[in-house]
């Protein structure tokens, strides 16, 4: 389940390489930095490291973890990617081309629920101003049990007490 995209000018990949490329010491653009991105624009997701590391190796590809970790932190950088604190494992998710969105973290089957809501982005910014404050972005995860496993668990406290 995914919002609809937000037009953007530039391919993910060109937006990063003019990244690299801005650098005080403009770096290379390597073969496993292109596969990197290009899997995780494939489609939109929420995923940790070693998740992706993972999913690439079965997938086919040959990722080395230092490269992985810092290629993350560079596309976050770049503006490519955000981070999201879910816990003990850091999550990444795109950021460029898709639109600002709040999210229901369900804790026993990890769903990630997405949804724009306009008033918490009013409320935001209300704050912000109030405070003087130029805010570079926000994380805001609900945490708790989707509508499958509330069920379920209703269901299993039910049978319990038969
Ligand atoms: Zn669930
Ligand atoms: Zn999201």
Redesign the pocket.
């Known amino acids: 389940m995914?919002?609809p995209a937000v037009a953007v000018s530039q391919s993910p990949e060109d937006k990063f390489r003019e990244y690299l490329a801005s650098r005080a010491r403009p770096q290379r653009y390597t073969g496993q930095q292109r596969d990197l991105v290009h899997y995780i624009f494939s489609r939109?997701n929420?995923f940790d490291a070693d998740q992706l590391i993972d999913d690439m190796k079965r997938a086919g590809f040959t990722v080395s973890r230092a490269t992985v970790y810092r290629t993350l932190a560079k596309l976050v950088d770049a503006g490519l990617l955000r981070r999201?604190e879910l816990g003990p494992r850091t999550h990444y998710?795109?950021d460029y081309g898709?639109p600002q969105?709040?999210?229901l973290h369900c804790d026993e089957c990890g769903q990630?629920i997405?949804f724009q809501a306009p008033a918490i982005e009013a409320a935001i910014q209300e704050v912000c101003r109030q405070h003087h404050f130029r805010a570079s972005g926000h994380t805001f995860v609900i945490h708790g049990a989707c509508a499958d496993c509330t069920r379920a668990r209703v269901a299993k406290r039910r049978l319990d007490l038969i």
């Open positions: 995914s919002l939109h929420h999201l998710e795109h898709y969105h709040e999210h990630m997405e």
